[in-house]
């Protein structure tokens, strides 16, 4: 069931990354108003989180309170979404200056992804998946290369 849910958030994070793209033909240029734009899309959803939370803390109380009394700490919350903010803001702006070749280099986050889940969580892989993953940085780094010869950017 898991690969049903990479799948639809691929097409998730594509959809919100053309999104983002797309800022560079209505905002200005600007680290500020870049960073203006994003925040205010946090913001909105930060609205929306506190809304489910809410209904969360109505409707299945027990859980809720489990949850935040027993598992979660302040130091999980505060350092994803500091780490979040970051990784938001370097997004839009590598999109909106560099165009959706970008992704390309964003996806080489599945290295310490895959790596911290095999070093930090016990996950498997094999020397099949390490050559995988090899085989990918040539092949990403030549898309970036004619992305920037044929856009000029």
């Given at each position: 069931m898991w690969v049903l849910y990479a799948i639809l958030g691929t097409f998730?994070?594509?959809?919100?990354?053309?999104?983002?793209?797309?800022?560079?033909?209505?905002?200005?240029?600007?680290?500020?108003?870049?960073?203006?734009?994003?925040?205010?899309?946090?913001?909105?959803?930060?609205?929306?989180?506190?809304?489910?939370?809410?209904?969360?803390?109505l409707n299945h109380n027990k859980e809720f309170n489990i949850i935040f009394t027993n598992h979660i700490k302040w130091y999980m919350v505060l350092i994803p979404a500091l780490v979040l903010n970051g990784y938001m803001m370097a997004n839009i702006v590598a999109l909106s200056n560099g165009g959706g070749i970008?992704?390309?280099?964003?996806?080489?986050?599945?290295?310490?992804?895959?790596?911290?889940?095999?070093?930090?969580?016990?996950?498997?892989?094999?020397?099949?998946i390490i050559i995988s993953m090899l085989i990918a940085i040539p092949i990403i780094s030549y898309a970036v290369m004619q992305s920037i010869k044929i856009n000029k950017k």
């Open positions: 998730g994070i594509g959809l919100y990354n053309h999104l983002l793209e797309r800022s560079r033909k209505h905002i200005p240029y600007g680290f500020i108003n870049k960073h203006i734009y994003l925040s205010s899309i946090l913001f909105i959803s930060g609205i929306i989180s506190g809304l489910f939370l809410g209904y969360y803390n970008a992704m390309g280099i964003f996806s080489l986050s599945m290295y310490i992804t895959l790596f911290g889940g095999v070093i930090f969580l016990g996950d498997k892989i094999n020397k099949e």
